[in-house]
């Protein structure tokens, strides 16, 4: 059957190592390149495949639960540009119908005028965040090459996402690999619910990432984590879907959290390609925002103790990189922010997303953990609530007007990666009038104030003292 089918996939796997370049088949499962260890990405025969002329062709799809799996899937709808397996081979289960909210309430809080400010939603994935994006192409990938069980280490989201692709498809069992205490019950509720494997591992996500990885390796699990280069395939259609609402309009600027730095780096190819093809004449900025708590990113791009890392064509300094985690394992520095979902001290894709910058004349910013709550309390009196994480976005767009890198004119979209309810406990903590429970939830955060608190009114029950606060 793989056979017959390489006479129609015009896809390969390729080493983003340009002194390197190998090649793979596009039914191996490689989660490095075999020879040099760098990141692989999925490339197209581009002069082969029938793009459309115009990103407009794409009108024609539009989301209903009828007419096949482009207009039932926001992922699928843009197949030609992630075309790497035939349609119908592709597995979907409703993820991409999202929407980009022209986000008034919270532009007056950013800084950037009214109808110049947009919020990309993904928290209206059927798991509740961005991930799903990416599983759908995992799982097409991974039930072509045949595998019985998927895998992953997780914050939360990615655990979720697997786990409902599981529950949902039948194709795969899913095992999820989280560190102790390192995991939402928003989120760990999700990965239970929907039958998961679930390993729970002494460390953190990075203790959890390099063990399921050798593990994925030795045993033949498919790896679902974003090392996995079909996964940030599924990702890039997230910018698709912004163009898409923006009736093909590139925006100036594009904000995204940062933490395993897979949605970064799937922005920067989807940008790269269309640039490529002659499909858009210009390239959105993109910034990159880290929690203070967690900004590996930060330090090493920015103004921090390692220096300034640059993609440089492919031939950054990977000795740098090597001795900024040596000095944190010698410190036993941890990441530690309420962010949980991008509290990661060594994001895998920290390759792709310098070359995210430097394609996009990208910039790299931190936040607090107090910035971060209450950019989230504003985008839920907006109208869509988010989960901690999602808020960096906001938070550092705010930051990049006030530095005056980012004009108040300019058009920006912020990703909020995941929903409301995926952290509830931080949201009710930040709200509530119960001291000791915003101390302990989120006191350990250096969260000491909620500037924007919608505090719940006590009052007796009687109805003329009810009257008195309406």
Not at 40 to 64: A, G, K, N, Q, T
Not at 213 to 220: D, K, L, N, T, V
Not at 297 to 321: F, I, T
């Amino acid at each position: 059957m793989v056979t017959n089918l390489r006479k129609i996939i015009m896809a390969y796997q390729v080493c983003i190592n340009p002194d390197c370049g190998c090649r793979y088949e596009i039914d191996r499962v490689l989660h490095s390149c075999n020879v040099c260890g760098e990141l692989l990405d999925v490339d197209y025969e581009w002069d082969l495949i029938p793009v459309p002329d115009s990103l407009c062709y794409f009108d024609r799809y539009r989301f209903s639960s009828s007419g096949g799996v482009r207009n039932f899937s926001g992922v699928w709808r843009y197949y030609e540009f992630l075309s790497f397996l035939p349609l119908e081979r592709l597995v979907s289960i409703g993820e991409g119908r999202t929407i980009l909210q022209d986000a008034r309430f919270v532009s007056s809080f950013v800084g950037i005028d009214a109808g110049r400010f947009f919020l990309q939603y993904e928290g209206f994935n059927p798991s509740g965040s961005f991930k799903d994006n990416g599983m759908a192409a995992a799982f097409t990938h991974g039930s072509f090459v045949g595998a019985k069980q998927a895998a992953c280490a997780s914050t939360g989201n990615t655990s979720a996402s697997l786990a409902i692709y599981s529950a949902a498809t039948r194709l795969m069992e899913a095992v999820v690999f989280v560190g102790s205490g390192k995991i939402a019950y928003g989120k760990l509720s999700q990965a239970l619910d929907y039958g998961s494997k679930t390993i729970q591992i002494d460390g953190d996500f990075d203790d959890a990432l390099l063990r399921v990885r050798q593990i994925a390796s030795e045993s033949g699990i498919y790896l679902v984590n974003s090392v996995n280069p079909f996964r940030l395939e599924g990702q890039k259609t997230i910018m698709y879907r912004v163009l898409d609402d923006l009736g093909w309009r590139v925006p100036d600027w594009i904000i995204v959290p940062g933490g395993n730095l897979g949605n970064a780096s799937a922005f920067g190819k989807a940008f790269i390609e269309l640039r490529k093809l002659g499909l858009i004449d210009k390239t959105p900025r993109i910034a990159i925002i880290n929690a203070a708590g967690s900004n590996t990113l930060h330090q090493l791009y920015g103004d921090g103790e390692a220096g300034k890392l640059r993609w440089n064509g492919g031939r950054y300094d990977k000795v740098m990189v090597k001795n900024f985690y040596d000095k944190m394992t010698a410190e036993s520095r941890r990441a530690h922010t309420i962010a949980s979902a991008i509290e990661i001290n060594r994001p895998a894709n920290l390759s792709k997303a310098l070359r995210t910058l430097e394609f996009c004349n990208g910039v790299v910013r931190e936040v607090t953990d107090q910035e971060i709550m209450d950019a989230k309390a504003i985008i839920g009196a907006g109208g869509f609530g988010c989960e901690p994480a999602s808020a960096a976005s906001v938070a550092g767009a705010k930051k990049l007007v006030e530095e005056g890198i980012i004009d108040k004119e300019q058009l920006t979209v912020c990703i909020l990666t995941g929903h409301q309810l995926k952290d509830p406990n931080a949201t009710v903590a930040y709200h509530g009038t119960d001291q000791n429970f915003f101390k302990n939830t989120l006191g350990k955060f250096n969260i000491t104030s909620a500037n924007f608190a919608n505090k719940p009114i006590s009052t007796p029950n009687e109805k003329n003292e009810i009257l008195k606060h309406l």
